[in-house]
């Protein structure tokens, strides 16, 4: 086993919410991930907010995956 020392600053190590300067790889991975999966949310929903999407209802939605489904099958 190898083992990696990766320097983080105080913020970004409170931001992640570590508790230990030692994690196992997958853990690492498991909370990276959480954190870009919350950015993208972020960003989403601010194009969403910016864009009068997130005005859109169910149904509007709904159509609209429809008819990108419907001109992807016909080509």
Known sequence: ????????DDAEYEKLGFQSSTISFATLKEVIGIEYAKEAFIKCNQIAQSTDLAKLTPDEIEAEIN??????NSN
């Open 67 to 72: 008819a990108v489904r419907n001109a992807k």
């Open 1 to 8: 086993m190898k083992n990696l020392t990766v320097p983080i």
